[in-house]
């Protein structure tokens, strides 16, 4: 074994030694020192969640989260800056990023089989962003893979005034149209036509609101009460949701589609 690994433990060893009787106020106290190594913090942690101290366990784990707390949103702020994203989006998106990886810290550090918390928690963390990051994209439908083919495309012009969106003028929600006549015959008889296919294409939570919005003819706000998210939300995903179906087809004509 590598000798750095050993004089790690070792020095984590002897200064989880010198700590004070568990739950006294020296305790707690050293505990909350900002210099206490994180590692000592996930074994006390998991001490109190096998002696079933639950206020303890709680405690401590608010401790470590707000510890890291910091440096994990400045990680989602910086991540999210190679996205093109809006201002208030980017910022709205970091601070549920950051809280998808707290969650994950939590359960993480709540589970006495991943020892490797305990002797080198940053290294642990970086690798719990990576997957939390990897998550939140596919989830947030910021990432997805193009594989559609060639015969599940259709014609621009079919689906252009899609992005042209009905708004009344006192803003109110309503059911949106389709000014298109061939688009909103297509979305009629999508039984009949590729179109549904390329649909189911789409990651799940864009593919959620175009079903409920053009197939079911719900408006933005039924939509939003449906997935539980804000109307901004949706008016979001169908914004990314109709560029990657545009992204999905090729120039062809009108006639070969029908052809």
Not at 22 to 44: C, H, N, Q, R
Not at 207 to 232: C, H, M, Y
């Amino acid at each position: 074994m590598d000798m750095g690994v050993i004089e790690r433990r070792t020095a984590l060893a002897e200064l989880y030694s010198t700590l004070p009787p568990y739950a006294s106020a020296g305790f707690w106290s050293a505990i909350e020192d900002p210099t206490l190594p994180l590692e000592i913090l996930v074994k006390i942690l998991r001490t109190a969640i096998a002696s079933g101290d639950e206020q303890g366990r709680c405690r401590i784990m608010e401790w470590i989260i707000l510890r890291t707390q910091a440096m994990n949103l400045l990680w989602a702020q910086r991540v999210l800056q190679m996205l093109s994203l809006q201002a208030d989006e980017r910022s709205v998106l970091a601070r549920d990023l950051c809280a998808d990886l707290h969650e994950c810290m939590m359960r993480a550090l709540a589970d006495p089989g991943r020892l490797f918390w305990e002797e080198n928690f940053l290294h642990c963390l970086y690798f719990e962003r990576k997957h939390v990051y990897r998550s939140f994209l596919m989830r947030e439908g910021l990432c997805y893979k193009q594989s559609a083919s060639r015969g599940m495309r259709i014609p621009r012009t079919l689906v252009a005034s899609l992005d042209r969106l009905l708004q009344p003028p006192d803003h109110s929600h309503q059911p949106l149209d389709i000014e298109d006549e061939g688009v909103q015959g297509m979305f009629l008889s999508v039984e009949q036509s590729d179109l549904l296919q390329t649909v189911l294409c789409l990651p799940d939570k864009l593919k959620a609101v175009i079903l409920l919005i053009f197939w079911e003819g719900r408006s933005e706000k039924e939509t939003a009460q449906v997935l539980s998210i804000s109307d901004r939300t949706v008016r979001n995903r169908l914004r990314d949701a109709l560029k990657l179906l545009r992204s999905l087809l090729s120039p062809e004509s009108e006639e070969s589609f029908n052809a």
